[in-house]
Nanobody, 124 residues
Framework: QVQLVESGGGLALAGGSLRLSCAAS????????MGWFRQAPGKERDFVAA????????YYSDSVKGRFTISRDNAKNTLSLQMNSLKPEDTAVYYC?????????????????WGQGTQVTVSS
């Protein structure tokens, strides 16, 4: 089992940047495929990005491709999401998630462990 804690959310202006972090504890971090999801008020939780065990493979939603970068540091048990060129529609609670068996890295059901989320608000 792994415990996940997100940080780094906050308020940003449109066009600005934020960097989210997810600290993992428990079982060996490198055993897990990791993902970022987000949920805006009244909407479903949506896929943002994912990264493979050793960071060889990364995946992005079309809405963030070219603006967001997912990365991980297995030595520090940390997952990151660099968010650039932010837009008001990026406003949401952002969650990190983990799975040992990535059946579908794009789907909520594909992950077994979740953090509590961190709020990102982008104003125009």
């Amino acid at each position: 089992q792994v415990q996940l804690v997100e940080s780094g959310g906050g308020l940003a202006l449109a066009g600005g940047s934020l960097r989210l972090s997810c600290a993992a504890s428990g079982r060996t971090f490198s055993r897990y495929y990791m993902g970022w999801f987000r949920q805006a008020p009244g909407k479903e939780r949506d896929f943002v990005a994912a990264i493979s065990w050793s960071a060889v493979s990364t995946y992005y939603s079309d809405s963030v491709k070219g603006r967001f970068t997912i990365s991980r540091d297995n030595a520090k048990n940390t997952l990151s999401l660099q968010m650039n060129s932010l837009k008001p529609e990026d406003t949401a609670v952002y969650y990190c998630a983990a799975t040992e068996r990535p059946a579908n890295v794009y789907a909520v059901y594909g992950y077994d462990y979740w953090g509590q989320g961190t709020q990102v608000t982008v104003s125009s």
